[in-house]
Structures are given as C-alpha cells and as structure tokens.
C-alpha cells in the first residue's frame, strides 16, 4: 500500500510529497509497497484540496495521460463524487 493513509478520513485524500532520492526509493521497493518506509523528506498529509506551486514547469498527468506542463496546480476533492466501480 504505497499510500497508506488513503482512504482513512472520508472527505480527505492523502497527500505525500518526496524529496527521497530515487536510489533510496529503489533500495526500499518492499517498504514501500507496503507502506512502511520513511525517510526525512517523505511528507504525508491529508487534504480535501491543495495548491501546488512550482518554481519551474513540471509534467502533469490525468488517469496516465499527458496533459502539458503547469506552473500551479490546484486538486481537491468533489462534493459529488462518482462511483466508477460497482462490486457484485
């Protein structure tokens, strides 16, 4: 569970920003699937809406598909949200 506190508050999704080096997360594969690894530049917040800045232009995605680059980005939760999956 790479997040592991999605899903815990109802009207909150779960935030985490890394600074980890990347060689570090290669390293903690296993920690970090299971969602125990930690590190001091691993922040983990829960939110119902963020703004993002960034001081350059960054890649941003929608469901895996490129959508350009942004300078800000806003994200937060819908008051209505949308059933995707229906389990029988």
């Known amino acids: 569970k790479i997040l592991p506190y999605a899903g815990i508050e109802r009207n909150r999704f779960h935030l985490r920003l890394s600074g980890v080096p990347i060689t570090h997360l290669v390293g903690s594969l296993r920690k ?10 691993l922040h983990d917040f829960q939110v119902e809406k963020v703004r993002l800045e960034f001081s350059e232009p960054v890649p941003y995605q929608v469901a895996g598909e490129a959508m350009g680059t942004r300078t800000e980005l ?8 949308v059933n995707l999956v229906r389990f029988i």
């Not at 806003?74 to 949200?81: F, S, T």
């Open 74 to 81: 806003v994200v937060g939760l819908n008051e209505n949200p």
């Open 32 to 41: 970090l699937w299971r969602g125990t690894v930690s590190h001091p530049k």
